[in-house]
Nanobody, 128 residues
Framework: QLQLVASGGGLVQPGGSLRLSCTASGFTLRGYYIGWFRQAPGKEREGVSC?????????DYADSVKGRFTISRDNAKNTVYLQMNSLKPEDTAIYYC????????????????????WGQGTQVTVSS
């Protein structure tokens, strides 16, 4: 059974940092594009970032997180990371990782319907 597990969420003060991890069981992430999405209470799910398969040479970010968040992958650990710096209260949400074998980079953040596998989500709360 293919499973994704998102972890690393927590409570952090504004301006702080967190690193989320997305790991897989039942398959290797190397062959998949990985996206991070988030959903705040009362809002629709939105794309945050994505990374291409293989070495992850291509990435994309939502405008709201550019310059603050960095996505990366460590295929040896079968893990994709989302480093989140300079966190703001509006970053508060449940964060999900998702995988798909291929997605055009131009759509990998904007179109969550293209992803096949989803993790359970991890809560990120930014508050003083």
């Amino acid at each position: 059974q293919l499973q994704l597990v998102a972890s690393g969420g927590g409570l952090v003060q504004p301006g702080g940092s967190l690193r989320l991890s997305c790991t897989a069981s039942g398959f290797t992430l190397r062959g998949y594009y990985i996206g991070w999405f988030r959903q705040a209470p009362g809002k629709e799910r939105e794309g945050v970032s994505c990374i291409s398969d293989g070495g992850g040479s291509r990435t994309d970010y939502a405008d709201s997180v550019k310059g603050r968040f960095t996505i990366s992958r460590d295929n040896a650990k079968n893990t994709v990371y989302l480093q989140m710096n300079s966190l703001k209260p509006e970053d508060t949400a449940i964060y999900y990782c998702a995988a798909v074998s291929f997605v055009p980079l131009s759509l990998c953040v904007s179109n969550d319907a293209l992803y096949d596998y989803w993790g359970q989500g991890t809560q990120v709360t930014v508050s003083s």
